[in-house]
């Protein structure tokens, strides 16, 4: 960190929690120890531009891009993400910025095409939509 600032390396986990505490000890050669616990507050992600986001996979159970997820949603408490298909029936929905889409249609199979998906963040107002390609 700097000055009065500690940067988390990954938030997995973490998503919609707004505070955290952490118990720091430090022990001297002669087995002094001391120990405190600081609670911290997750300040607002503000990311420059648009949310990264690879818009292609491949959901045919290799293990390698089954699901799609967008990992920079976990810095935020709040988003919403949809999935839609070309006649506009939703398939996909969730809360959880670290559940994904499968693939699967209302059917439960998996077809390769075009799909729509919006992406929304509630505590920065942003709203991302875009084309996502299901690839078999």
């Known amino acids: 960190g700097d000055g009065n600032r500690l940067y988390l390396k990954s938030n997995q986990g973490l998503s919609g929690k707004t505070s955290l505490q952490i118990r720091v000890r430090s022990t001297d050669p002669y087995q002094n120890s001391a120990e405190a616990v600081f609670t911290l507050t997750k300040t607002l992600y503000q990311p420059n531009g648009k949310i990264k ?5 491949s959901p045919d159970g290799d293990g390698i891009n089954d699901t799609w997820t967008v990992p920079e949603l976990r810095y935020y408490n709040e988003v919403e993400i949809e999935v839609f298909d070309r006649s506009g ?5 969730t809360r959880d910025p670290e559940q994904g889409w499968d693939g699967r249609g209302a059917d439960g199979q998996v077809k390769q095409g075009s799909y729509f998906y919006i992406i929304q963040v509630k505590e920065t107002g942003l709203v991302q939509k ?7």
């Open 53 to 57: 986001l690879v818009n292609a996979f």
């Open 89 to 93: 029936i939703r398939l996909f929905h």
């Open 130 to 136: 875009g084309v996502l390609t299901v690839i078999k």
